[in-house]
């Protein structure tokens, strides 16, 4: 398997633009997460959907960030409009629900976003 | 709010030397993971822990979770360049699914 796939790795934007970032899950999995990853603020988990549905997005920091999931091979974390305090690393992670609880999360390489 | 914190922020070691990072918080968790990230790349996950008390060895490293389940450590033995990295521990709730990652420990192990 090809892993969890980003896009782009580096997005280098000005600030009120549009942003979109991709993810492809790992084939199989149904439970696919978005995390932001600052030196401030360390990993943090944005939203998590389960079966293309979002089950918990109390971590997205405002209005101007949404993510969508319209099938279980693609999901998207788009802010609108974007600002400098958006420049972080952005994670894309998908897993296997397990019985037991606990859970692997495979992640993927991050996409850098940059808003000047 | 920080929910788990990782000690020390940053270790700087030299080769063949020993370590401990520490992972604590008041919570009580149903389970603890510790991954290690490089830089470029997303975390890799290295071990989970269910139980209180339990200790899990891979190679030179050494994970315990804690009686309580409130906290862990991660024992590396015979530092390797390789092994530098930032490791992050990661807590899980009881009754929720997602999991809270730590602060993050940076080391670095010189040849």
């Known amino acids: 398997d090809a892993g969890v796939i980003q896009s782009p790795r580096h997005e280098v934007t000005e600030m009120g633009q549009e942003v979109t970032l991709r993810c492809k899950p790992i084939s199989g999995h149904d439970y696919l997460f978005w995390y932001r990853q600052t030196m401030m603020r360390g990993l943090e988990l944005l939203i998590y959907f389960n079966n293309n549905v979002p089950i918990d997005d109390s971590g997205m920091p405002e209005d101007r960030f949404s993510a969508k999931m319209p099938n279980a091979s693609f999901s998207t974390l788009k802010i609108q409009p974007s600002e400098p305090r958006d420049s972080a690393v952005y994670f894309c992670?998908?897993?296997?629900?397990?019985?037991?609880?606990?859970?692997?999360?495979?992640f993927g390489p991050g996409t850098r976003l940059t808003v000047t | 709010t920080q929910l788990l914190e990782q000690s020390p922020q940053f270790l700087s070691i030299q080769e063949g030397e020993n370590l401990t990072v520490y992972c604590n918080s008041s919570?009580?968790?149903?389970?603890l993971q510790w991954y290690r990230q490089e830089p470029g790349e997303g975390p890799v996950l290295l071990v989970t822990v269910v139980t209180g008390g339990e200790v899990k060895k891979l190679k030179r490293l050494t994970f315990q979770f804690g009686d309580a389940r409130k906290d862990s450590s991660l024992h590396i033995t015979a530092a390797q360049p390789g092994d530098t990295g930032l490791y992050l521990c990661a807590a899980q709730h009881s009754g929720t699914y997602k999991y809270i990652f730590g602060t993050g420990t940076r080391l670095k192990v010189l040849a």
């Open positions: 992670a998908s897993s296997l629900g397990a019985g037991t609880g606990w859970y692997e999360q495979y």
């Open positions: 919570s009580v968790f149903s389970s």
